[in-house]
């Protein structure tokens, strides 16, 4: 941890709200998972008519946050107060009536039902069992006309836009909070699916009701944060190391904050880099590959030893593309030669055979078997070749290669046959990276591989890709956070709309493009 | 970052293990157990050779056949509801190959061959058209019992081929030849289930299909294995049923679906896929073997036979489900 660099900033400082006026108050919040302590000690203040900044890095601690606040999980530790009285809330509900609710970053409505039937779900009204559905419609249109959004609650809600569907979910935050005059409105990533001009109108609306709830904004993206906010919370790694007034904060401040660790070169290992002159032949040499016109035509070759990092926006179609070259989503033009062998449409199955592994960014839904012990998921790809064409298991060749694997990969875990679900999120990636070891695949493709784990085992993994590559094996790595890619990668490739936008970038150590290099490119 | 060690951590496992891990594990055994005392001190017949092998025994094995057969298509996730037609239709078919085309012998590879087919139906239809095999197999066991009644013309068709039918009633050493397949066919699902590639792709399916094509594997092949190995085993059942009584009525198998599925719960085979085995599939099938020859020994009217294995079943599969994996039940 090197939160000693920002202890100075963890007091809150003199000119934050005393405690009379704040509406909503959290005081060292500690909450663990595992072997994964999500928060630590963090405390957060909320006064009546502000608007607060919620930023981190994936991982920070975000959502476990809004998760204690709303009732869905319970702290370890801490205490929340509301005007001054010490609360607890056990579920969501509990939190509502307190004046805490949360619009969900996916929307959280139901598109089948109309808008007052949404606004009403879970506190219908009724009359001797029977609902009544034309009081409820006439109160929800008064409810959203009064807060100023301009919907049609007897719409259903399949028929909204996109922005609609989200200012009656900001509608039904006000509805379920009603009992409190003092709401706060928690809003999860609120921009992430919206145009620049459903963001205008949200703007708008958390300005115009300011003086009627509080609201705490949750976004990757600094600028808005900064435009929306009056002060603004830094969470990292689990911890409060920043809260600042909007005034005294840039994007600069507020990504030092955020990241702020030891220098980039050392995290990511740069200097144990392959040069240029110690990268071996071309292993893969993808050609104008495609998928429908969603994503491609795209053409790149890495070389053997090579990391070859691939960034863009949300929706760029880079996580896609991962897929493509998986095998896992359908090549409907170009091929792809893997040592030499050519392949057009090839199948997940086909792409394994050439050698080529894929590890999901999602590794819960996509990555592991949870309740399968260390060895199953670890020999999950090498069991296809065990005794060629026969159906028996080799089960020593099994155990050697979970046990090596273990090893190698200082795999915290009980035993071979210890469950998946019990390992950290750290030890649980390095299960699905063994998998490929054991299997000795020569090129990998991976899809935000750090993902959700602890900076412990980021360094791990960062470690341990260096080795791979020491050893030959060549890596795609797709990223959604640009100083891991940029620190990671021989070279980064900039996808937008599903092709490539520009050559790649060259990020030898000493070359490494800028984040803003790479944003410009990406927007 | 708390790093706790491992030798920590292992003991928090074992301190996490509760009452409810142990009853889940223990469960059946318990309750086979305590089925066993109470006939044996409440009826002088139960515990005596002839009652425990003749009866018991044997009558368990069409059950555990069945089971077995459905433990497999359960363990991957899916669910084969066709298992007692398909014993309909081999039990059938062996009587019609033996009596009308005198085919002797070969007519048990054939008999048993059309329960794999059966069973390849399925899974091609499950995998292929992406039809839930809940609603496949649903289909089917009508279909082929349908099928299954048109051959036999509505009434008891019957064989008369003593040295075939020794094949199911013979003896070895004094055990009967039923018991004896019985007993082989469990041993070999159990190395199917652990020991080979299609035994662990069916409990890797079983809990996340994803993952498993991710490895590279080829899903749809060993979705539809399954639903043919359950053929097979069906198939089996229906020959043996068939030659133990040289004749096939046209509901032979009938009643046999839910037990079979109460025996796989039971035996901790989860509904939700990729847990249990068949290994202890075997002892469902005995806990309601000897319910049922207990309750007749004591002469219990066979509604409330109905009544009571009823009970005893959900209380078993309240006992023995895992409830840390199951997040909703449906």
Same mark, same amino acid.
């Given at each position: 941890?090197?939160?000693?660099?920002?202890?100075?900033t963890t007091?809150?400082?003199?000119?934050?709200?005393?405690?009379?006026?704040?509406?909503?108050?959290?005081?060292?919040?500690? #909450? /663990?998972?595992?072997? @994964?302590?999500? =928060? +630590? &000690?963090?405390s957060?203040?909320?006064?009546?008519?502000?608007v607060i900044? *919620?930023?981190g890095?994936?991982?920070?601690?975000?959502?476990?946050?809004?998760?204690?606040?709303?009732?869905?999980?319970?702290?370890?530790?801490?205490?929340?107060?509301?005007?001054?009285?010490?609360?607890?809330?056990t579920?969501?509900?509990?939190?509502?009536?307190?004046?805490?609710?949360?619009?969900h970053?996916?929307q959280?409505v139901?598109?089948?039902?109309?808008?007052?039937e949404?606004?009403h779900?879970?506190?219908?009204?009724?009359?001797?069992?029977v609902?009544?559905?034309?009081?409820?419609?006439?109160?929800?249109?008064?409810?959203v006309?009064?807060l100023?959004?301009?919907?049609d609650?007897d719409?259903r809600?399949?028929?909204?836009?996109?922005?609609?569907?989200?200012?009656?979910?900001?509608?039904?935050?006000f509805?379920?909070?009603? #009992? /409190?005059?003092?709401? @706060?409105?928690? =809003? +999860? &990533?609120?921009?992430?699916?919206?145009?620049?001009?459903?963001?205008?109108? *949200?703007?708008?609306?958390?300005?115009?009701?300011?003086?009627?709830?509080?609201?705490?904004?949750?976004?990757?993206?600094?600028?808005?944060?900064?435009?929306?906010?009056d002060?603004?919370?830094?969470?990292?790694?689990g911890?409060?190391?920043?809260?600042?007034?909007?005034e005294?904060?840039?994007?600069?401040?507020?990504?030092?904050?955020?990241?702020?660790?030891?220098?980039?070169?050392?995290?990511?290992?740069?200097?144990?880099?392959?040069?240029?002159?110690?990268?071996?032949?071309?292993?893969?040499?993808?050609?104008?590959?495609?998928?429908?016109?969603?994503?491609?035509?795209?053409?790149?070759?890495?070389?053997?030893?090579?990391?070859?990092?691939?960034?863009?926006?949300?929706g760029?179609?880079?996580?896609?593309?991962?897929?493509l070259?998986?095998?896992d989503?359908?090549?409907?033009?170009g091929?792809?030669?893997?040592?030499?062998?050519?392949?057009?449409?090839?199948?997940?199955?086909?792409?394994v055979d050439?050698?080529?592994?894929?590890?999901?960014?999602?590794?819960?839904?996509?990555?592991?078997?949870?309740y399968?012990?260390?060895?199953?998921?670890?020999?999950?790809?090498?069991?296809?070749?065990m005794?060629g064409?026969?159906?028996?298991?080799?089960?020593?060749?099994?155990?050697?290669?979970?046990?090596n694997?273990?090893?190698?990969?200082?795999?915290?875990?009980?035993?071979?046959?210890?469950?998946?679900?019990?390992?950290?999120g750290?030890?649980?990636?390095?299960?699905?990276?063994?998998?490929?070891?054991?299997?000795?695949?020569?090129?990998?493709?991976?899809?935000?591989?750090?993902?959700?784990?602890?900076?412990g085992?980021?360094?791990?993994?960062?470690?341990?890709?260096?080795?791979?590559?020491?050893?030959?094996?060549?890596?795609?790595?797709?990223?959604?956070?640009?100083?891991?890619?940029?620190?990671?990668?021989?070279?980064?490739?900039?996808?937008?709309?599903?092709?490539?936008?520009?050559?790649?970038?060259?990020?030898?150590?000493?070359?490494?493009?800028?984040?803003?290099?790479l944003?410009?490119?990406?927007? | 970052?708390?790093?706790?060690?491992?030798?920590?951590?292992?003991?928090?496992?074992?301190?996490?293990?509760t009452?409810?891990?142990w009853?889940?594990?223990?469960?059946?055994f318990?309750?086979?157990?305590?089925?066993?005392?109470?006939?044996?001190l409440?009826?002088?017949?139960?515990?005596?050779e002839?009652n425990?092998?003749?009866?018991?025994?044997k009558?368990?094995?069409?059950?555990?056949?069945?089971?077995?057969?459905?433990?497999?298509?359960?363990?991957?996730?899916?669910?084969d509801?066709?298992?007692?037609?398909?014993?309909?239709?081999?039990g059938?078919?062996?009587?019609?190959?033996?009596?009308?085309?005198?085919?002797?012998?070969?007519?048990?590879?054939?008999?048993?061959?059309?329960?794999m087919?059966?069973?390849?139906?399925?899974?091609?239809?499950?995998?292929?058209?992406k039809?839930?095999?809940?609603?496949v197999?649903?289909?089917t066991?009508?279909?082929?019992?349908?099928?299954?009644?048109?051959?036999?013309?509505?009434?008891?068709i019957?064989?008369?081929?003593?040295?075939?039918?020794?094949?199911?009633?013979?003896?070895?050493?004094?055990i009967p030849n039923?018991?004896l397949?019985?007993?082989?066919?469990?041993?070999?699902?159990?190395?199917?289930?652990?020991?080979?590639?299609?035994?662990?792709?069916?409990?890797?399916?079983?809990?996340?299909?994803?993952?498993?094509?991710?490895?590279?594997?080829?899903?749809?092949?060993?979705?539809?294995?399954?639903?043919?190995?359950?053929?097979?085993?069906?198939?089996?059942?229906?020959?043996?049923?068939?030659?133990?009584?040289?004749?096939?009525?046209?509901?032979?198998g009938?009643g046999?679906?839910?037990?079979?599925?109460?025996?796989?719960?039971?035996?901790?085979?989860?509904?939700?896929?990729?847990?249990?085995?068949?290994?202890?599939?075997?002892?469902?099938?005995l806990v309601?073997a000897v319910?049922?020859?207990?309750?007749?020994?004591?002469?219990?009217?066979?509604?409330?036979q109905?009544?009571?294995?009823?009970?005893?079943?959900?209380?078993?599969?309240?006992l023995?489900?895992?409830?840390?994996?199951?997040?909703?039940?449906?």
């Amino acid at each position: 941890m090197s939160s000693e660099t920002h202890a100075n900033t963890t007091d809150a400082p003199p000119d934050a709200a005393p405690d009379s006026t704040s509406s909503f108050r959290v005081e060292g919040i500690s #909450k /663990s998972f595992g072997h @994964v302590q999500a =928060l +630590d &000690e963090v405390s957060l203040e909320v006064n009546r008519g502000e608007v607060i900044g *919620l930023v981190g890095e994936n991982g920070a601690g975000k959502s476990t946050l809004l998760n204690i606040l709303t009732g869905v999980l319970e702290a370890d530790e801490g205490q929340l107060y509301v005007d001054g009285d010490p609360v607890a809330f056990t579920n969501p509900r509990e939190a509502a009536d307190y004046g805490v609710s949360l619009v969900h970053q996916e929307q959280d409505v139901i598109t089948t039902l109309r808008g007052y039937e949404n606004l009403h779900l879970g506190r219908e009204k009724e009359r001797l069992g029977v609902l009544e559905m034309e009081s409820m419609r006439e109160a929800a249109q008064a409810f959203v006309d009064d807060l100023g959004i301009n919907i049609d609650v007897d719409d259903r809600v399949r028929e909204y836009t996109f922005n609609e569907r989200q200012m009656l979910e900001i509608a039904k935050a006000f509805h379920v909070s009603q #009992k /409190s005059d003092n709401p @706060v409105i928690l =809003l +999860d &990533e609120p921009t992430a699916g919206l145009e620049e001009s459903g963001r205008e109108i *949200l703007f708008d609306l958390v300005n115009d009701l300011r003086d009627r709830a509080t609201f705490v904004f949750v976004s990757h993206e600094l600028d808005e944060v900064l435009e929306i906010s009056d002060r603004i919370y830094v969470l990292k790694d689990g911890e409060r190391v920043d809260m600042t007034r909007v005034e005294d904060a840039t994007t600069d401040s507020l990504q030092q904050s955020m990241v702020g660790r030891e220098t980039a070169d050392e995290y990511y290992r740069v200097p144990d880099q392959r040069r240029e002159a110690q990268l071996g032949e071309v292993t893969m040499e993808v050609d104008s590959v495609a998928h429908e016109d969603v994503v491609g035509p795209a053409s790149f070759s890495l070389r053997e030893g090579e990391i070859f990092g691939i960034v863009g926006v949300e929706g760029s179609g880079k996580q896609r593309f991962g897929r493509l070259l998986a095998g896992d989503l359908a090549m409907t033009e170009g091929s792809m030669t893997v040592d030499g062998t050519e392949l057009t449409n090839p199948s997940v199955s086909d792409m394994v055979d050439a050698g080529v592994g894929y590890i999901p960014k999602d590794r819960k839904s996509e990555g592991l078997l949870l309740y399968q012990s260390v060895l199953v998921n670890t020999s999950l790809a090498m069991v296809r070749d065990m005794n060629g064409s026969m159906p028996m298991l080799d089960l020593d060749a099994e155990q050697e290669a979970t046990t090596n694997a273990i090893e190698e990969l200082s795999i915290k875990t009980p035993g071979p046959n210890a469950l998946v679900h019990g390992l950290s999120g750290g030890n649980q990636q390095k299960v699905v990276i063994a998998r490929w070891l054991a299997q000795e695949t020569p090129i990998l493709v991976m899809d935000n591989v750090t993902r959700g784990i602890d900076v412990g085992a980021k360094e791990e993994v960062y470690r341990l890709c260096r080795e791979l590559t020491d050893r030959g094996v060549s890596i795609v790595f797709i990223g959604d956070e640009l100083p891991e890619v940029i620190g990671m990668s021989n070279r980064i490739g900039v996808m937008a709309k599903g092709q490539f936008v520009a050559e790649p970038f060259d990020a030898s150590p000493g070359n490494k493009p800028t984040e803003e290099d790479l944003i410009q490119e990406m927007i | 970052m708390s790093t706790s060690s491992v030798s920590e951590w292992i003991t928090d496992q074992r301190e996490q293990r509760t009452l409810q891990d142990w009853i889940q594990d223990l469960g059946p055994f318990v309750m086979l157990f305590g089925l066993v005392i109470i006939f044996t001190l409440t009826t002088e017949r139960f515990f005596t050779e002839a009652n425990l092998l003749d009866n018991v025994a044997k009558n368990a094995v069409t059950l555990l056949l069945i089971a077995l057969a459905g433990t497999f298509p359960i363990l991957q996730q899916s669910i084969d509801l066709s298992v007692e037609s398909v014993v309909l239709l081999t039990g059938v078919v062996t009587v019609v190959l033996i009596a009308e085309f005198g085919l002797g012998l070969l007519a048990i590879p054939i008999a048993i061959g059309v329960g794999m087919l059966a069973g390849l139906f399925n899974g091609l239809v499950f995998t292929k058209l992406k039809v839930p095999s809940f609603l496949v197999t649903l289909g089917t066991l009508s279909v082929m019992a349908g099928v299954g009644k048109i051959i036999t013309g509505g009434s008891t068709i019957t064989f008369r081929n003593d040295s075939i039918r020794a094949i199911a009633t013979g003896n070895v050493l004094g055990i009967p030849n039923l018991v004896l397949w019985g007993l082989l066919i469990y041993v070999a699902t159990i190395v199917l289930a652990f020991r080979t590639k299609f035994g662990r792709y069916c409990f890797a399916l079983g809990e996340n299909e994803r993952v498993v094509e991710l490895a590279g594997a080829k899903v749809d092949r060993y979705k539809i294995y399954p639903f043919v190995l359950s053929g097979l085993l069906c198939g089996i059942a229906g020959v043996l049923l068939t030659l133990r009584i040289s004749s096939a009525s046209p509901n032979i198998g009938s009643g046999n679906l839910l037990p079979s599925i109460a025996a796989i719960v039971m035996g901790g085979t989860a509904l939700t896929g990729g847990v249990g085995g068949p290994h202890r599939t075997i002892l469902g099938v005995l806990v309601i073997a000897v319910l049922n020859n207990g309750m007749n020994l004591l002469a219990v009217d066979s509604f409330v036979q109905e009544i009571i294995l009823g009970l005893v079943v959900v209380a078993a599969v309240a006992l023995s489900i895992d409830r840390d994996k199951i997040d909703v039940v449906k």
